[in-house]
């Protein structure tokens, strides 16, 4: 039966609206594609217009995964050990945004727990068919807080380890296209490029601030010659911005104990306290692990610590009058014997790094090279002022053979030696100065007439009174 004028017209008619469908759903699939690259590229120009800082790189990937996914809200999280950390969120109900403020633990079976463990995505199509034993803390605030239903999760790797994701979700149980999942693959990839290019960033500012902090110390060192104060207080100073601490002190050893010699931003009734004679190191406290061989001791909570629940009186200084809770002490360190430390303090349970740690051992060591160096200009000094009065008490011999009078000229010149040699050893003794001077001032006492005097020759000569 051949066909007639009608049904071929009908034939066509339905061609030409199969192929206008055809067309608008190519059409609508190019358009997608153009608005996720378009989002991509705008990624890529926010990551490179905010180098080091992430928060705006997220909020950019979660406005445009929110737009063309069409979801109802999305989070960016990071795995920090046994919890998560919400760092951005996007369209999220008040009450789910205040949950996620705190730290969510990543419980055993939880869909980040999934991820962690090596997948990379998941997609539920309705949350809330899920089992109990999936309905985690987490997953039951999505649900009542959230009122979500599909949900998709995207893994943030790097070199195979898992360090967040990325979460969407609907409030509806609408399936997420295979398009979109890959378009939040995409922002995955970015993010963790651009939490790199961050961390990058950070350590090289962190180098580069250590590296002029250090630089700087040692031009005070050498614009300080023999002068320890300026040298003290700009480490103290240098150290507390880098390492984030609240207060710090350097002590020297004297004799059986140490005692402070400077500090920096120190709470006025802990520095009330310091300024009386401060006890020896207890038994466990950080003074007493040093001189026992560490190089260093971190004490993560100074009030929960055996010294202060034994009542060591300098640790409950710390706390109670300094409100320390953190601690990190250095050893300053001559020929491997303990001279002194340097000590920085938070006043939150907060651990120190390994970076920073490192930065005060430096410190620590330029500390020991100025103490050095003072006192080997001191010595210098000493040497000289010594010299210089024996040379001025031959000349007034050689100029009065025979003359006695002179002898106030020579006791002088012996006192000035000896008070040099005792007033400037205290710079680098630890010494008192009031008893240095006492000291000076007794040595000073000289009697010449008590000295006797012989004569050989032409020439008077003094002998030492049996």
């Given at each position: 039966?051949?066909?007639?004028?009608?049904?071929?017209l009908?034939?066509?008619?339905?061609?030409?609206?199969?192929?206008?469908?055809?067309?608008?759903?190519?059409?609508?699939?190019?358009?997608?594609?153009?608005?996720?690259?378009?989002?991509?590229?705008?990624?890529?120009?926010?990551?490179?217009?905010?180098?080091?800082?992430?928060?705006?790189?997220?909020?950019?990937?979660?406005?445009?995964?929110?737009r063309?996914c069409?979801?109802?809200?999305?989070?960016?999280a990071?795995?920090?050990?046994?919890?998560?950390?919400?760092?951005?969120?996007?369209?999220?109900?008040?009450?789910?945004?205040?949950?996620?403020?705190?730290?969510?633990?990543?419980?055993?079976?939880?869909?980040?727990?999934?991820?962690?463990?090596?997948?990379?995505?998941?997609?539920?199509?309705?949350?809330?068919?899920?089992?109990?034993?999936?309905?985690?803390?987490?997953l039951?605030?999505?649900?009542?807080?959230?009122?979500?239903?599909?949900?998709?999760?995207?893994a943030?790797?790097?070199?195979?380890v898992?360090?967040?994701?990325?979460?969407?979700?609907?409030?509806d149980?609408?399936?997420?296209?295979?398009?979109?999942?890959?378009?939040?693959?995409?922002?995955?990839?970015?993010?963790?490029?651009?939490?790199?290019?961050?961390?990058?960033?950070?350590?090289?500012?962190?180098?580069?601030?250590q590296?002029?902090?250090?630089?700087?110390?040692?031009?005070?060192?050498?614009?300080?010659?023999?002068?320890?104060?300026?040298?003290?207080?700009?480490?103290?100073?240098?150290?507390?911005?880098?390492?984030?601490?609240?207060?710090g002190?350097?002590?020297t050893?004297?004799?059986?104990?140490?005692r402070?010699?400077?500090?920096?931003?120190?709470?006025p009734?802990?520095?009330?306290?310091?300024?009386?004679?401060?006890?020896?190191?207890g038994?466990?406290?950080?003074?007493?692990?040093?001189?026992?061989?560490?190089?260093?001791?971190?004490?993560?909570?100074?009030?929960?610590?055996?010294?202060?629940?034994?009542?060591?009186p300098?640790?409950?200084?710390?706390?109670?009058l300094?409100?320390?809770?953190?601690?990190?002490?250095?050893?300053?360190?001559?020929?491997?014997?303990?001279?002194?430390?340097?000590?920085?303090?938070?006043?939150?349970?907060?651990?120190?790094?390994?970076?920073?740690?490192?930065?005060?051992?430096?410190?620590?060591?330029?500390?020991?090279?100025?103490?050095?160096?003072?006192?080997?200009?001191?010595?210098?000094?000493?040497?000289?002022?010594?010299?210089?009065?024996?040379?001025?008490?031959?000349?007034?011999?050689?100029?009065?053979?025979?003359?006695?009078?002179?002898?106030?000229?020579?006791?002088?010149?012996?006192?000035?030696?000896?008070?040099?040699?005792?007033?400037?050893?205290?710079?680098?003794?630890?010494?008192?100065p009031?008893?240095?001077?006492?000291?000076?001032?007794?040595?000073?006492?000289?009697?010449?007439?008590?000295?006797?005097?012989?004569?050989?020759?032409?020439?008077?000569?003094?002998?030492?009174?049996?």
């Amino acid at each position: 039966m051949s066909a007639t004028p009608d049904s071929t017209l009908a034939d066509s008619s339905r061609t030409i609206a199969d192929l206008r469908r055809k067309l608008a759903e190519c059409e609508a699939e190019r358009d997608a594609a153009l608005a996720r690259e378009a989002a991509t590229t705008e990624v890529l120009g926010v990551i490179n217009s905010s180098p080091g800082g992430l928060a705006p790189v997220f909020d950019a990937m979660l406005e445009r995964a929110m737009r063309l996914c069409g979801a109802a809200f999305g989070v960016f999280a990071i795995f920090d050990e046994e919890h998560y950390q919400v760092v951005a969120t996007n369209g999220l109900p008040l009450e789910l945004a205040e949950f996620v403020r705190q730290a969510v633990r990543i419980d055993a079976g939880s869909m980040p727990d999934h991820l962690r463990r090596g997948e990379n995505t998941i997609q539920v199509p309705d949350i809330t068919a899920l089992g109990s034993e999936l309905r985690t803390p987490g997953l039951v605030a999505m649900i009542e807080l959230g009122k979500a239903r599909t949900a998709v999760w995207v893994a943030l790797r790097k070199d195979g380890v898992a360090q967040g994701f990325i979460g969407v979700y609907r409030q509806d149980v609408r399936p997420f296209s295979d398009q979109q999942i890959a378009l939040l693959q995409n922002f995955a990839a970015q993010a963790v490029i651009a939490m790199e290019n961050a961390r990058l960033l950070i350590e090289t500012r962190e180098a580069l601030e250590q590296q002029t902090a250090t630089a700087e110390v040692l031009g005070v060192i050498n614009s300080s010659p023999g002068s320890l104060a300026p040298v003290f207080e700009a480490m103290l100073e240098k150290a507390m911005r880098l390492c984030e601490a609240s207060f710090g002190s350097l002590w020297t050893l004297g004799g059986d104990r140490f005692r402070p010699v400077a500090h920096h931003g120190l709470p006025p009734p802990y520095a009330e306290y310091l300024s009386r004679e401060v006890p020896a190191a207890g038994p466990g406290t950080g003074r007493a692990r040093l001189l026992a061989g560490e190089r260093y001791a971190q004490i993560l909570d100074l009030a929960d610590d055996e010294p202060y629940r034994n009542g060591e009186p300098h640790r409950r200084a710390l706390v109670d009058l300094g409100g320390a809770r953190t601690a990190l002490l250095v050893s300053l360190r001559r020929d491997d014997a303990v001279v002194g430390f340097i000590m920085i303090y938070r006043q939150e349970v907060r651990p120190f790094s390994e970076k920073q740690i490192a930065l005060l051992q430096n410190f620590a060591a330029q500390a020991v090279i100025a103490m050095e160096n003072a006192r080997l200009l001191t010595e210098t000094r000493e040497s000289l002022e010594q010299q210089t009065a024996t040379a001025e008490v031959l000349q007034v011999i050689n100029s009065s053979p025979g003359d006695l009078a002179p002898r106030a000229t020579v006791a002088k010149g012996l006192r000035r030696a000896t008070t040099a040699s005792i007033t400037e050893g205290t710079q680098i003794s630890g010494r008192p100065p009031q008893t240095s001077k006492r000291r000076a001032e007794q040595n000073n006492r000289i009697d010449v007439g008590r000295v006797p005097l012989r004569k050989v020759g032409s020439r008077v000569h003094g002998h030492q009174a049996p």
